[in-house]
């Protein structure tokens, strides 16, 4: 496919600092061949997450000027609700300083030991809040997503007539039906209309509260716009639509906030509401600004008109479709079809002489910043353990930030992997903390040779 042409242009510019192969060689061994640990200015092209690294628009960088720092209920915090509240059409608005602060929240208010939680996927932090509460989380992922190859639509469904047999199964100890949009675990892809009205209708139904993990609603809405309703409508009302269906929502304004840090939760629940903000007084700050000072409430105020703009969205959608036709040309194996935030290569068919328990992700990963300075994220065995149904690596597009050179460079750089790829090996633990184990274990090789 041709690049789609940017409805921006570029006023200011971060300087890229290319290294030579053998300093990227020392800061791997000095990272412990975890790139979390690598500086960022030491990155050719930063992929690891599309979370806090979009580009401001200077009507946001304006906006910024006008923030109100005043602890308590600031000038700049009225407008962030408003602007939430128009965004979602939720009445009570908690803010959080980002999407992780939400989830602690809402799972020491939700959830018990014992209880049941039920996802069409549960991101890594989504999980690890829950069960730090004791919680038990399951997957019900659509059966369409285990086939990466096929290009079937809507691969971020939940599989309603599974979530049935378990409900039926676990009736006393279910609790929650989350939809993570898009399912971020599940190779970026969308959830249907259809499927997360379903799911909303069997959640009500059973007595069980609904929730929308909304960080990356606004691309999963232009996914239902142009192949579920056919560009019927428009995509704000159909973001509002989803928010409707929920109990409860909460969104890390990292994504499609357009913002590099904040977020919030939102119900039409006046008793959930007042819980919610009796720990958000005791975790996040007061009830008006949530850990975020008032220029960042501003920014977000901004970000939630400019993406729901279908120019801002076909382009977003196309960048990422744009650099899953290019790898996918050159034999390198995917899911399919592109999602809304990144291109999920599958690592355990890339590297299939590397084994699922050293890693083949995390060999992808090194390889990629070993051969050209490229920052990934594996999203297999290290990051998610026994939850991890494939051995991924994640090309995460940070928004208005990437020209396709900066893609086409990925591609060359794929193409250098491919040429020897049976030299990479694997690696082994060498230390881990309890929980959430990829942000800062130490990883080493399985030979001493390093490729």
């Known amino acids: ?21 053998s300093d990227r060689v020392q800061i791997l061994k000095s990272a412990a061949y975890n790139l979390f640990k690598v500086p960022s200015e030491k990155i050719t092209v930063d992929l690891l997450t599309d979370s806090g ?6 009507e946001q960088l304006a906006q910024m000027m006008l923030g109100d720092e005043s602890y308590a209920s600031a000038k700049s915090w009225e407008r962030f609700e408003t602007a939430v509240k128009n965004f979602t059409g939720k009445k009570e608005v908690i803010p959080v300083h980002q999407g992780r602060a939400a989830e602690k929240i809402i799972a020491e208010i939700l959830l018990e030991k014992n209880d049941i939680a039920f996802s069409n996927s549960f991101f890594d932090t989504t999980r690890a809040n829950f069960e730090h509460r004791g919680a038990v989380c399951l997957d019900v992922p ?38 993570t949009l898009t399912n971020n675990t599940g190779g970026g892809q969308p959830a249907s209309l259809k499927n997360i009205n379903s799911a909303a209708a069997i959640a009500s139904k059973t007595n069980l509260t609904f929730i929308i993990d909304a960080c990356r609603i606004a691309e999963n809405a232009y996914f239902i716009w142009l192949h579920e309703q056919k560009k019927k ?61 008032g220029r960042e409430m501003e920014t977000i105020a901004r970000g939630l008109e400019e993406v729901v703009s279908p120019a801002y969205l076909e382009h977003r959608i196309g960048q990422i479709a744009y650099l899953h036709t290019e790898l996918a040309k050159i034999g390198v194996p995917l899911i399919h079809p592109p999602g809304g935030h990144a291109v999920y290569v599958d690592a355990g068919k890339f590297f299939s002489h590397i084994p699922r328990n050293e890693f083949p992700g ?33 090309l995460a597009i940070p928004r208005r930030t990437c020209t396709q050179s900066h893609f086409d460079y ?16 694997g690696f082994k633990i060498a230390w881990q903390p309890s929980t959430l184990r990829h942000f800062t274990c130490k990883l080493k090789l399985t030979e001493k040779k390093f490729r």
């Open 1 to 21: 496919m041709s690049y789609p042409f940017e409805p921006y242009k570029i006023k200011v510019l971060d300087s890229i600092k290319i290294l030579s192969e």
């Open 53 to 58: 690294t979009s580009a401001l628009s200077q």
């Open 142 to 179: 659509t059966e369409k997503s285990a086939d990466l190859l096929r290009p079937k639509l809507f691969k971020g469904d939940v599989d309603t007539k599974k979530l049935k047999k378990l409900l039926s199964r676990y009736k006393k100890r279910a609790k929650i039906i989350l939809m």
């Open 233 to 293: 409508g428009n995509i704000k009302q159909i973001i509002r639509n989803l928010f409707a269906l929920t109990d409860i929502a909460y969104m890390s304004a990292k994504k499609d906030g357009l913002a590099n840090s904040g977020g919030f939760i939102v119900t039409n629940d006046k008793i959930l509401a007042a819980k919610l903000r009796e720990l958000a007084v005791l975790y996040e700050g007061f009830i008006t600004y949530g850990g975020m000072a």
């Open 362 to 394: 995390q060999a992808l990963v090194v390889a990629l910043y070993r051969e050209g300075g490229i920052r990934s994220v594996e999203i297999g065995s290290l990051m998610l353990d026994k939850a991890s149904k494939s051995e991924l690596v994640r």
């Open 410 to 425: 990925v591609v060359e750089i794929f193409k250098k992997i491919l040429v020897n790829k049976k030299q990479y090996k």
